[in-house]
């Protein structure tokens, strides 16, 4: 079979055999409903439980703290939505960032057209949210500030541990994306001090279509999802027992691997950092050099565009992803690259690259070799590129 | 995602290049999201005898411009000037929803370069008497997901 | 191993080994983000087309009217808060029945608490609406109709067809969830005339956590999920492609089985009927004796309380499920005995098997042999029997 | 959901029936739920010989039911009038929180019965002086979900 390397671990993870392995009994043994109190019943409700001590294990929370959602989207979207209808009395203005992901801005921008108001706080070139611009950003009827823990595309982390203090000393809830940074970097929610924090477990070789939220104790929040019991009445839905044991024990895996996983990631990194900037000419690394995702590798290669880089790269078998207009669904560029000041021409040849842990240093080899001859090659049938 | 044909085009594409002295130029692009694409013309006794791109965009852009440069060489002006982003489209074997409009990029570039010709040579190609460069022509429409 | 026979497909069912085989490729090898266009993304769009394709084959809709979601509560909080906020210009009226699934009444009383006006219709003895009172209730404000299909506890099926005609002629939107009803009845959206319709995959021997909605072409309705522009923009987050995949070939396998599989429930179902009336005194068969679902049987059995009756059942390997305050986690006995009819006392009562493509005859009277004994017993044990 | 020990009187419960000429016989339920404990005692020279009892409810209210009748069988009245539904919860191991409220009902069961002795005899019970009749002890709280 034709060479294929995945570098796009950013986007979703194989899952790891270990988490099928212990999906597998509740697919057609271990079947019962959660809800039901016969045997089958019970059996899936200890899976549920055993599954959720793992997550609040591995986040430092307590289990009752621990709501699973069907994925991180839905648990970005509760969070805000959830604040937001549960506080309306308190005020309505909430301050999120220019970069967070679409399942955040989506919400505030359908939360501004329902009475809501919504600060967009900058970032600087390296994607850091300014905490100055932040604490001048809160007011009175501040009840809610939503800053993502590490940006998906550039790997920039935020400082919140900072930004959770500022919230608390104005005693507004604050709400942090930790998609990216569950299984990535070290997570302990008490010592943070957030009040809420969401994951996704195909992120962290689990399976799809299931997610978490962290909610501290006394949150004042609706639910998103109304209906059954489940969840502590908080979320309602038959649980989906496979998915939430394979999450349960992706995070498992990822904390008890955490610093190998970080050191393997890393090394390879900086290896494929080093290989561009030291092989093509004309190229921008994109996010923070130090506080950075330790997978994550974003560069811009001028006059070229995103897309055709993706599709030639695709061709030699490797798998990358972009925040060119061409792909992105919408009339513009990524909205992080632009927030990071990137011009639009230039954002178009941005090319995202992220490790995990079936990276190899071949692999690395390979995609640098590869990326020589395609940036070359792209540049030649750019009318933007005069050599 | 995209045919056959577009990977062929896209990966093989035909007549990349310049030509000095070209008799006509066209380039034309959407300020927006940054794509631009330049077409350069040889004519000789009204017939397109060369033809050469240089484009600055997705896969479809450039596989189009590649289709679009091979279905006018070689024919007459007012053949060429006929060229439609449907025909490049077809002859490609279709391209995805969103990524049709790529193909007009492609028909505008070829008459803006006819254009550029007509200009030079002062003659009015039918079908362009009423042609206004623009530089604008590209806009994005529905697509798909994002992780 | 003890002897066990489930009966609580209502509640959920066992994946079928085709099913499972279906799935099984998308957990670590193909499993791309469909979103990604390299080929790991490729396959996995196609996949989800596949089975976008077999959903809307399942119940006669265009792939492009078919929406996955992470189950079918979300699915119905989707349909009703989706279509209520959507179309509030036009009236804030919503009618729904007594009966309906926690995952619509919670949200209708949810909408109640938001300045929405929820009517909700009475049922007979049987379950069943009266399209009369329907009519009556519809006003110039009235937006959406929702009234499920088959009854989760009961079985009883509604006039959908006659529903969606009122509904089309006063032009009022309406939904059906139709999580019961899917593998147990043919259907058929275009000659029931629906506009939006609602199913759970774990209810038809798929993955759980998955659901799906139709959305009739044109339904004016806001997302539930915001975010990516998955699923055309209406339901954001990475799709669950195998849990996906799985629903897909549980759909197919349905509709292929459907007659076989329902004329074997609906003998097995007949039989225990039977079976319980003809030995045991003092019982009650709740739902409509013919619009039934073919799988379900719901007696109520005179002075014993239903989870006493499950935890015996349970001891002899026998899982059902039941209405009593005592299983409820709230105050109240099941609403829907409630609404037809029943007194507290004998609603606590309340026993639910429902049958399945696994269920055998051998199973059915073991069953009513130790139903026998064990309702017997808990009689003995009663400060209500007297014999 | 329940320990081995509620299992084990849910299915073996002791003490179930009636005792016919009672000396104090006590009836609690929750009209709400439905749910009915009846007990009957034999008391000679303030020692409770017999008690036997009769449930309408839950696997708990039974279990908890057959263990408050064990506990203060062979009791003196004064023991036995001290008996809390956490004794009875803990000799059973304990119970899932939403069951507890029915071990009230077991402790309000015994308190009735007593209280019928204590009535028909014309004597006070310490403890028991302030003891007013009440039938609607038990209420429901969070719970587990639905499919
Ligand atoms: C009629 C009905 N609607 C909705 C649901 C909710 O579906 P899910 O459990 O997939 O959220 C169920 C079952 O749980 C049901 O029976
Ligand atoms: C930062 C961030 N937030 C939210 C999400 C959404 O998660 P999901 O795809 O599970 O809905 C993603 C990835 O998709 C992400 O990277
Ligand atoms: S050139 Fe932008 S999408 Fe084709
Ligand atoms: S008697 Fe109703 S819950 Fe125990």
Redesign the interface.
């Given at each position: 079979m034709k060479k294929r390397i995945y570098l796009d671990y950013s986007a979703t993870t194989p899952m790891k055999k270990e988490v099928l392995d212990e999906m597998m009994p509740y697919f057609n043994e271990k079947f019962g409903n959660a809800s039901s109190i016969h045997s089958f019943g019970r059996e899936a409700k200890e899976a549920l439980d055993i599954a959720r001590d793992r997550i609040a294990k591995a986040i430092g929370a307590a289990s009752s703290e621990i709501f699973f959602t069907g994925g991180g989207s839905e648990a970005d979207n509760w969070a805000i939505k959830g604040i937001a209808f549960a506080n309306k009395n308190k005020g309505s203005h909430i301050i999120t960032s220019k970069i967070e992901h679409h399942a955040v801005l989506h919400v505030c921008e359908y939360l501004e057209k329902n009475g809501f108001e919504v600060t967009y706080l900058d970032v600087d070139e390296y994607g850091m949210i300014d905490l100055e611009q932040l604490k001048e950003a809160i007011t009175d009827k501040t009840i809610l500030i939503s800053i993502m823990f590490v940006n998906n595309e550039i790997g920039t982390i935020q400082p919140i541990k900072e930004i959770a203090e500022i919230a608390k000393e104005k005693g507004v809830y604050f709400h942090t994306d930790a998609v990216q940074a569950l299984g990535n970097i070290p997570i302990d929610v008490k010592e943070l001090g957030v009040d809420l924090m969401n994951f996704s477990s195909h992120k962290i070789y689990g399976p799809k279509g299931v997610g978490a939220i962290y909610i501290k104790k006394g949150v004042k929040i609706h639910p998103l999802i109304h209906g059954g019991a489940q969840e502590r009445k908080r979320r309602a839905g038959t649980e989906n027992i496979p998915g939430i044991v394979g999450f349960g024990k992706a995070a498992e895996l990822a904390i008890e691997n955490l610093d190998a996983h970080i050191a393997h990631i890393q090394k390879l990194r900086d290896k494929l950092i080093e290989g561009i900037k030291n092989n093509i000419d004309y190229v921008r690394l994109n996010g923070h050099p130090t506080k950075r995702h330790p997978g994550n590798v974003n560069f811009c290669f001028e006059f070229i565009e995103g897309e055709s880089l993706l599709l030639s790269l695709d061709m030699v078998g490797i798998a990358g992803s972009s925040g060119s207009a061409c792909t992105s669904g919408s009339l513009d560029p990524s909205h992080v690259l632009m927030a990071i000041g990137l011009t639009h021409e230039i954002a178009h040849g941005s090319l995202r690259l992220t490790i995990g842990d079936f990276t190899t240093e071949e692999d690395i080899d390979y995609v640098i070799e590869n990326l020589i001859t395609i940036v070359d090659r792209l540049r030649q049938m750019s009318p933007l590129y005069e050599k | 995602?995209?045919s056959e044909k577009v990977?062929d085009h896209?990966?093989n594409?035909r007549n990349?290049g310049e030509i000095e002295k070209a008799d006509g130029v066209g380039?034309v692009g959407n300020?927006?999201?940054?794509?631009?694409?330049?077409i350069y013309l040889k004519v000789d006794d009204g017939i397109i005898t060369d033809v050469k791109f240089?484009?600055?965009?997705?896969?479809s852009?450039?596989a189009t411009s590649s289709m679009a440069t091979e279905l006018i060489k070689g024919k007459s002006i007012e053949e060429a000037v006929k060229l439609t982003n449907n025909a490049v489209v077809e002859a490609l074997d279709g391209l995805p929803k969103?990524k049709v409009h790529c193909s007009v990029l492609a028909e505008q570039a070829v008459k803006a370069a006819l254009y550029d010709y007509a200009q030079k040579n002062n003659i009015v190609i039918p079908g362009l008497e009423d042609y206004v460069p623009a530089k604008d022509v590209h806009?994005?429409h529905?697509?798909?997901?994002?992780?």
């Open positions: - | 995602m995209y990977m896209f990966m594409p990349v380039e300020a927006k999201c940054g794509d631009i694409m330049k240089k484009t600055f965009g997705c896969g852009a450039i969103p806009d994005h529905d697509g798909d997901g994002e992780e």
